[in-house]
Structure formats: structure tokens, C-alpha cells
């Protein structure tokens, strides 16, 4: 029997080795679609039905891992090495198989997804991805994905959560006590400083591989840095368990930080991105997100009454004479004092537009925006800031600095709702991958 008559017959749930109807009917079609020469290169379809692993009795084949790859490399946004590839590719076919045995564990407590299950995904889909409704499928065809293949990690994502609610949650009780100690520890660590962290672990396996762990870390960060998403990145390419949620690793202390982070995230600023850090696990590329005092108001809350005003720069390079447009901004820069002043510069230079942005939260704004006002004194402004093709100037007319509430019983039950679920979770797969038999074949 050849290699793509047993592995269709398998697509099938069908018993290669028993001459059930079933099986002879599909070996006939084989036979004709081979003898109308379709497909034509019989070789490409071998390669698109090679097993990839066997997962109880479904398969996983070589064509889904590279369709899933392909989803991951595209929304990456780069051309990874062929080492990355390979990293890549083992991780994909390990969520493939666990993918299988969630689908195969939702069919046995006859969990399904619904029509409705479906469109919520897609339309939060389209709003993470600033797509309007009812665009999402174009817009992942136009990039050349293919649709079944973005369908089954839709579906995939919706019937784990679903299998979590119905098997899980209403497993997790939660008592006052533990409630009443979260509250507690919270008072005594009132005012210490806290940094909230993201990471991606590139592993090491073996240390034939050491020199490209440390290479593919290095191209990762270095396309974060050109712009690419961190928490896409880390879905993608991390090998933490973290890479699901998008590579956050939550708050933490000076003193609760990993050992081999304790003398980095100090010193590094809100927003930046540290160089890979060998461990003995691997490479880590660690994000500072954010920086606060317990039970302190954040900097980032703050709410500022922000006006500016835009320079636009010629289409035309050659009139770009950036001293020209620099010298006015820094000469408003210079002269102006308060908001009345601002708003008056404003028209003698030419600005028609209302320089008012209204009541804004400094962690709404972009990074480099964000960077200038953080620090800036009322009533006065900016340099000027080159954004695109345009310059600005910033100035704050007032600020509001937010009221900090502890935070109440419900926020902390969900808090320890939230860690307990994501510690199950994780034991549950653990659970159904060692009951289940699982053949990897690549």
C-alpha cells in the first residue's frame, strides 16, 4: 500500500489495514484521481499528506505544520533564519498535537462552538487588528494565508476556553482568608517599587545550537526595535509558557525578580528593551513595561491637559530646510510661557488648527510623545519633536494626578482566580498529553 493511500485513508479516521467498504471506496477514488493524473506532480502530494505525528487516532500532517508557520512568519513580519524555522517548527507541531487532544477532549463532554462563538472571535480579531467588521478574511487571504489553516487556530482557542469554564472554573474556590492576607501584604508593601515585565525565551538544545539560540535572540530583538510587536513576537518565537499571553510575566519586586534579572531590570527604563540574557535555559529578551510604587499612583494615569502645534514638512525634500522649521518651533520653544502664549504662537506662525488635545492620559500617547511630556513643567513647551513628516511642539496646561484605591475584594479574588486558572490550565494539558498516544514521526 502506498505511503498516500494509508495516510488519506488515516485523514478519514479509517483503518488502512481492514478492507472495510469505507476503505475500499476511498482506495478506489485514490486510484482514479491517480490515473487522471490529478494531482499532477504526485510527489508535492505525497509531501502535502506526510504524517507529521499521530495524536491517538487523528494525524497531524507536514502541510498543517507549514500553514501554521506560515501564519506565524507573516504576521512576524520578517524572514527568519533557517535555524529558527526548525525552532519554530517543533513548537508549532507540539501545539498542533495538543490542539488535537483539546478538540478530542471537548468532543468526549460533547462541547462544540457555535456560529455565534465563532463571529465574537472574529469580530475581537478585527478590532485588535483596527479592521472593519466583516473584513478579516480578506484581510488574511491578501497575505497570502491560507483561511482553513487560520480557521482551525481560531477554533483551536475558542474550544480551550470553553473546556476551561466547563471543566475548570468551577473547580477554584476561593476564602476569605486568602482574600483578607492578598489585602495585607498589599498594605505592608505599600510605596515599594514594582516593574512589570515581559520576556521571550529563545531555549538552547544542546550546545550545537547555542550560537544559533543567540543569533535568532539577537534578529528578534532587532526586529522589535524596527518596530514589530513584542507580545506578537513572543507568541510566536518564545519557548516560555508565557508565549501564549503574549510573553507578560506580571509585577515584581527588586527582591522577587529571577536571580539572573536582579541586576538588569533596575537600571533600565520604562518601555525598554534589554539585551538577550544568557541563562542556563536559553537567551532571554526581557521588556520593562512599566515601573510603579505599590499602591501609588502611576505616572502613566496621570491625566494632562495637553495642547500642540504641527509643522508640516514639504513633500518636496529639497524644501525640507529643517533649520527653517526647527528655529521657528525652537524660538516658540524659547519665548512662549503658558497656554495663552502658546495658543498665540501658534497663529503667528501660521497654525490654523485648534492646538487643544483636551484631557489626555500620558500612557495614551505614543513612546516618544510620552517621553517629552512625562516630566514637563505646566506652561511650558517642548523641543521640537520630528514625527514623520511633521514637527511639533508640546505644552501642558494642567495636570491631574489620579486618587489611588486599594484595590477591593473582587479585584483580588480575581486576581488569584485568574493565577489559579492559568496554574490548572496547565496541569490539565500536562493530564491529557500523558493519557494520550502520541506518535511524532518528523
Not at 200 to 211: A, F, M, N, T
Not at 238 to 261: C, R, V
Not at 264 to 281: K, L, S
Request: positive net charge; hydrophobic residues 40%.
Amino acid at each position: 500500500m502506498s505511503n498516500l493511500r494509508r495516510n488519506i485513508l488515516l485523514r478519514f479516521n479509517i483503518n488502512p489495514n481492514k478492507g472495510t467498504l469505507a476503505a475500499k471506496i476511498i482506495s478506489s477514488i485514490i486510484v482514479t484521481v491517480i490515473l487522471l493524473g490529478l494531482p499532477k506532480n504526485n510527489i508535492h502530494a505525497q509531501e502535502i499528506m506526510r504524517i507529521a505525528a499521530v495524536v491517538n487516532s487523528d494525524i497531524i500532517t507536514v502541510h498543517d505544520v507549514n500553514e501554521r508557520m506560515r501564519i506565524i512568519f507573516t504576521s512576524a513580519k520578517f524572514k527568519p533564519t533557517k535555524s529558527m524555522v526548525k525552532q519554530v517548527g517543533r513548537r508549532v507541531l507540539k501545539v498542533l498535537i495538543d490542539e488535537k487532544l483539546q478538540k478530542q477532549e471537548a468532543k468526549k463532554r460533547n462541547i462544540s462552538i457555535s456560529k455565534k462563538d465563532f463571529s465574537r472571535a472574529i469580530s475581537e480579531l478585527e478590532k485588535n487588528n483596527s479592521l472593519r467588521p466583516g473584513t478579516f478574511k480578506n484581510f488574511i487571504l491578501a497575505k497570502n494565508i491560507n483561511w482553513h489553516a487560520m480557521v482551525t487556530q481560531i477554533n483551536a482557542q475558542i474550544i480551550w476556553s470553553k473546556l476551561l469554564r466547563r471543566v475548570i472554573r468551577h473547580k477554584i474556590t476561593i476564602s476569605d482568608d486568602e482574600v483578607d492576607e492578598k489585602l495585607s501584604n498589599l498594605q505592608r508593601q505599600k510605596g515599594n517599587l514594582e516593574f512589570n515585565l515581559s520576556e521571550i525565551l529563545v531555549s538552547e538544545r544542546g550546545s550545537q545550537v547555542e550560537g544559533n539560540s543567540k543569533r535568532n535572540a539577537y534578529l528578534i530583538r532587532k526586529n522589535i526595535k524596527k518596530g514589530a510587536k513584542f507580545t506578537a513576537m513572543a507568541r510566536q518565537f518564545s519557548d516560555s509558557s508565557s508565549a501564549s499571553i503574549g510573553g507578560n510575566i506580571g509585577w515584581f519586586q527588586k527582591e522577587t525578580l529571577p536571580e539572573h534579572f536582579k541586576s538588569i531590570v533596575p537600571q533600565m527604563r520604562a518601555g525598554e528593551i534589554a539585551e538577550p540574557i544568557r541563562t542556563i535555559d536559553g537567551y532571554y529578551i526581557l521588556k520593562l513595561n512599566e515601573v510603579r510604587r505599590i499602591l501609588t499612583s502611576s505616572i502613566l494615569d496621570t491625566k494632562i491637559d495637553l495642547r500642540r502645534i504641527l509643522f508640516n514638512l514639504s513633500p518636496n525634500r529639497k524644501q525640507n530646510k529643517k533649520p527653517v522649521f526647527f528655529q521657528l518651533a525652537q524660538q516658540i520653544e524659547r519665548t512662549t510661557s503658558g497656554c495663552v502664549d502658546f495658543d498665540r504662537a501658534a497663529r503667528e506662525a501660521g497654525f490654523r488648527e485648534n492646538t487643544k488635545m483636551g484631557l489626555v492620559k500620558i500612557r495614551d500617547l505614543s513612546p516618544i510623545v510620552r517621553q517629552h511630556v512625562r516630566k514637563l513643567k505646566l506652561g511650558r513647551s517642548t523641543p521640537p519633536i520630528r514625527i514623520g513628516d511633521k514637527v511639533a511642539l508640546f505644552m501642558i496646561c494642567d495636570r491631574r494626578v489620579p486618587k489611588v484605591k486599594p484595590p477591593n475584594r473582587d479585584d483580588i479574588k480575581r486576581t488569584i482566580l485568574n493565577e489559579r486558572l492559568g496554574m490548572l490550565s496547565r496541569r490539565y494539558i500536562r493530564d491529557l498529553r500523558a493519557s494520550a498516544v502520541i506518535d511524532i514521526r518528523i
